[in-house]
């Protein structure tokens, strides 16, 4: 019995510290300058393509009278590797705010690339065999 109840709370507490690790609703990443950024991951089932799971991104400029510049570097970690550090030039962002705007990525296709992280295939015909992703980092984010 006790090894029963042991094993039931192991099982809960992983249970937790992984959905914790992924939420689904707005999740703030950091504050920096103005901007508050946000991320929730999302399952995405486009129209044409396989069903993915994407990390989606929420930027929000808490400035009610000054535009503001961002731009940063997508570090993307899928099983300890760094998917994107070998493009710079195309992984590198930049995104203009207006005054007290927010904008959010979505699974839409037409989404700027910006707003989107690739997590993983979750489509049961694909064949790819990409590691999910682990972690990721909006390395060198600056705010002007």
Not at 41 to 48: G, K, L, T
Request: glycine content about 2%; aromatic content about 12%; proline content about 6%.
């Amino acid at each position: 019995m006790r090894i029963a109840i042991i094993t039931c709370l192991i099982f809960i507490v992983n249970y937790s510290c992984f959905s914790q690790n992924k939420p689904s609703s707005w999740t703030i990443l950091q504050q920096e300058k103005g901007v508050d950024i946000y991320y929730k991951y999302a399952p995405c089932s486009p129209s044409h393509g396989y069903d993915k799971e994407l990390v989606l991104l929420k930027l929000v400029n808490t400035s009610t009278d000054r535009s503001k510049y961002l731009s940063w570097d997508l570090e993307s970690i899928h099983d300890k590797e760094c998917f994107t550090c070998q493009y710079p030039d195309e992984y590198h962002m930049k995104v203009t705010l207006k005054p007290d705007e927010s904008i959010e990525g979505s699974c839409k296709m037409d989404c700027p690339h910006e707003l989107r992280i690739f997590s993983k295939f979750t489509d049961k015909d694909c064949k790819k065999n990409y590691p999910p992703l682990s972690s990721f980092n909006l390395a060198n984010f600056v705010v002007k």
